[in-house]
């Protein structure tokens, strides 16, 4: 049976209360494909049985929340349902499980906790801010993973006198600072105005790159590594 539920933590929990005893569920809010015989149940979001879920989740793990919004920001396909089957085997086994790396289940989420975590820390220093003809900063992002607002804290803390948006374009989303406070909203598009002065820095951001670049030492496989492909396309210093 697959369990289809809003893509909502509250959706979430009420689709794990309603799997947990079947051993072939399937728990997503993606569209899926259907195997022969498969059915699909949708399931509407209860705030009071994802409360008592929460509740018995933490009582086995005080960071199981957390780990669970980790678990959905994950950008890998079938991030909900090794959530699922992660939380099933903590609640069977009615304690912590994170560091019980042998079994496939606590591996596998652990392992997408941990993309989480590196994507974070990497756009720490990837992201890339224009300043706009009104004074605010705008930063393109295209994250593998639902993170654009827990990069805000961060900013926030760097410019704390300047309003910014971080805008998840592929999500059509956006974590805004305005000077004083943060919050989330809908943003499919943004048209960008910028100021007099910005194609001057980016010109800056190139000379410095290319100054402190060796070409006879270029080690182009390291830097990818280090800095992946997919990261470039809002770096002024990547492009020509």
């Given at each position: 049976m ?7 933590t ?24 259907l ?20 509740e ?10 957390h780990d ?5 920001r994950?950008g ?7 959530a ?31 993309k ?14 224009i ?22 804290p ?40 910028i100021?007099?002065?910005e ?18 030492r ?8 280090y ?8 770096m ?5």
């Amino acid at each position: 049976m697959i369990y289809l539920f809003d893509g909502t933590t509250v959706g979430f929990l009420t689709a794990f209360v309603q799997a947990f005893t079947d051993e072939n569920a399937v728990v997503t809010s993606k569209q899926t494909q259907l195997l022969l015989g498969e059915e699909v149940l949708s399931i509407p979001s209860n705030e009071r049985v994802a409360s008592k879920a929460a509740e018995r989740l933490t009582s086995f793990d005080r960071n199981a929340l957390h780990d669970l919004d980790t678990l959905l920001r994950c950008g890998m396909e079938d991030n909900e349902q090794v959530a699922f089957r992660y939380f099933r085997l903590m609640a069977k086994t009615k304690r912590p499980i994170g560091r019980r790396l042998a079994e496939p289940d606590v591996f596998h989420a652990v392992e997408y906790m941990k993309k989480v975590g590196l994507e974070i820390h990497r756009l720490h220093g990837f992201v890339r801010f224009i300043e706009t003809e009104s004074g605010a900063l705008y930063a393109p992002i295209e994250p593998d993973n639902d993170i654009a607002d827990l990069l805000l804290p961060h900013f926030r803390a760097r410019l704390p006198e300047y309003p910014f948006v971080l805008h998840d374009v592929r999500r059509k989303k956006a974590a805004v600072y305005d000077g004083k406070n943060s919050f989330n909203a809908y943003l499919p598009r943004a048209n960008v105005l910028i100021c007099a002065d910005e194609q001057g820095w980016q010109d800056l951001w190139k000379g410095y790159y290319h100054a402190v670049n060796i070409p006879s030492r270029e080690r182009l496989r390291q830097m990818k590594g280090y800095m992946p492909v997919r990261y470039w396309k809002y770096m002024p210093e990547k492009q020509n």
